[in-house]
């Protein structure tokens, strides 16, 4: 089995949660609705992995079936809860980078053969846009997009948004993107490239401000001093309102910590102006249950 990082806890569990309450209430809408039947479904799983949540061995405790089964369950990553879904998506698209991973996934998928299921070893940031590219009229889709890091360019979710048809769940790595965000000096270089591209703008320079200290010696040039002026809610109102200005709508933030430090936002924003209504009321509803966690 291809490893992957060891990383997670409580809050993934809960992002997990989250999602796949959504999928579940978003296929009963299509196909309770006769209106809803015309159009064809598809889940897309932008960083798939492998399907599977890392997790230590139970070792001595194997032997005991309810800790089996917790156990099976809580190792279950975002495809694998999407795959279990009933009523299921017509379509399963799931794009991963790493090729050994690709195939864990296919495994997984042969686990369940009435699925419709494609996989892409691919850069997200670069299938992606070839996906939304091959969307036609009668296609809806929920995309979840969680990155590694800052991996995510802003103009894939453009070109999400652009299709009208997409619910997106994306997880904002705050813990990440604030550390590229140093209190006393501007990013340069790469670091300011990767944060643009994130954000699809310049725009987060914002956070910063600078000054000039008058030297004490007068025939020496001031001094310039640089600080972030951005806290926590600035950075994520700036995200939040980049989403709602190409998305229909945009539910409130939905915090996820660890030992009462954020971590992770996960971000929700429809696509269709018809459907976006609902949309948001669900996943409004389930991200507000994040704080009785």
């Known amino acids: 089995m291809t490893q992957q ?3 997670g806890g409580f809050w993934t569990q809960q992002k997990l949660k989250v999602l796949s309450d959504y999928l579940k209430a978003y296929t009963k809408i299509f196909s309770a609705n006769q209106k809803a039947k015309y159009f064809e479904t598809t889940y897309l799983d932008a960083f798939a992995g492998t399907g599977e949540i890392p ?3 139970l070792g001595l405790f194997s032997n005991i079936p309810e800790l089996v089964e917790a156990e099976e369950e809580f ?4 495809a694998r809860r999407a795959l279990e879904v009933k009523p299921p998506f017509d379509h399963y698209v799931f794009i991963e980078k790493n090729g050994a991973k690709c ?3 296919g495994a997984a998928a042969r686990e369940f053969p009435e699925r419709d299921v494609k996989i892409i070893n691919d850069d997200a940031n670069l299938a992606l846009p070839t996906w939304c590219a091959q969307q036609r009229k009668k296609d809806r889709a929920v995309v979840f997009i969680d990155p590694f890091g800052a991996a995510l360019d802003w103009s894939v979710i453009e070109t999400i948004a652009a299709t009208k048809a997409v619910d997106l769940w994306v997880l904002f790595p705050f813990e990440g993107i604030n550390r590229m965000l140093p209190n006393d000096k501007l990013p340069e270089g790469a670091l300011a490239e990767r944060l643009t591209k994130f954000f699809g703008t310049e725009e987060w320079k914002r956070f910063y ?4 200290l008058p030297s004490i010696i007068p025939s020496m040039k001031p001094v310039e001093e640089v600080h972030k002026i951005a806290d926590q809610e600035t950075i994520l109102r700036f995200y939040q309102n980049r989403l709602a200005a190409i998305f229909e709508a945009v539910a409130e933030p939905g915090y996820l910590r660890s030992r009462n430090k954020l971590l992770f936002v996960l971000f929700f924003a429809a696509g269709n102006l018809k459907g976006g209504t609902t949309g948001l009321k669900i996943a409004n509803d389930l991200i507000r249950g994040l704080s009785q966690w």
């Open 103 to 105: 195939q864990e996934l």
């Open 209 to 212: 401000t600078k000054w000039n």
């Open 5 to 7: 990082q060891m990383f």
């Open 75 to 78: 190792r279950k990553g975002s």
């Open 55 to 57: 997790r230590p061995e």
